[in-house]
């Protein structure tokens, strides 16, 4: 079935560390990007994808990086510069960058202590 | 500058009662898209519709339907006889499909929860 997996849907860490969230689509989109997501909250955007190679930073980019090295992964790191780490990120892909829909992953719920 | 605002933060409803959830927006654009997600207690945000600026006729999906109002920059989406099983929460979104990166402007959602 196609569609967009992340994993693991929780995540513990402890704080002072940097943690990789995956991030993986066998859709053939071109397009992937990363949200958060705080309780009560709607989406902000963290770092997009236009296509493999390239990524650019939305709205919340600081005490985050990604890498975009092949078309089906987009791996999110929430590094120790990140003050408030702890929230719901949810990972998306549309077909192209300017593809209207996007489709979103199951979720990853990291908590930092 | 785009925004999204919801402005109900929670609504409660017996099933099988009409709920609608208003959705109004901000853009300065003259094109763009508005979307419907479905967000359920298992996380993942379900899409619902999109709507382009130039398109106002109403649409109905089954028990959803959609009121798009330019004059007053309003997506309202109504759901028909409810269900339990509609107990999630929704969100409203606004794109600029020309802008960098077809970033979705979000609101905050409403949370429904429909009672058997």
């Known amino acids: 079935d196609g569609g967009i997996t992340q994993s693991p849907k929780y995540l513990f860490r402890k704080e002072g560390q940097n943690v990789t969230l995956s991030c993986e689509q066998n859709?053939?989109?071109?397009?992937m990007y990363w949200y958060r997501q705080d309780p009560g909250q709607g989406l902000r955007l963290i770092y997009y994808s236009q296509i493999v190679n390239d990524f650019q930073k939305g709205d919340i980019a600081e005490g985050y990086s990604v890498s975009r090295e092949k078309k089906e992964s987009f791996p999110l790191t929430v590094t120790s510069a990140q003050k408030n780490p702890t929230a719901f990120y949810l990972c998306?892909?549309?077909?192209?960058?300017?593809?209207?829909?996007?489709?979103f992953g199951p979720g990853t719920r990291l908590t930092v202590t | 500058a785009q925004k999204v605002t919801q402005a109900q933060t929670e609504i409660s409803v017996v099933e099988k009662e009409d709920v609608t959830l208003d959705c109004v927006y901000e853009t300065r654009d003259t094109t763009y898209y508005l979307f419907w997600y479905k967000q359920p207690p298992s996380g993942e945000l379900v899409f619902l519709i999109r709507r382009n600026s130039f398109d106002e006729q109403n649409e109905i999906s089954g028990r959803y339907s959609w009121n798009f109002q330019k004059s007053t920059s309003s997506f309202n989406f109504t759901i028909t006889a409810s269900q339990v099983v509609d107990s999630a929460v929704y969100f409203c979104a606004l794109s600029d499909p020309y802008g960098a990166g077809n970033m979705l402007t979000f609101g905050g959602g409403t949370r429904l929860m429909v009672k058997p």
């Open positions: 859709l053939n989109h071109d397009a």
């Open positions: 998306a892909s549309s077909r192209k960058w300017n593809s209207h829909e996007q489709y």
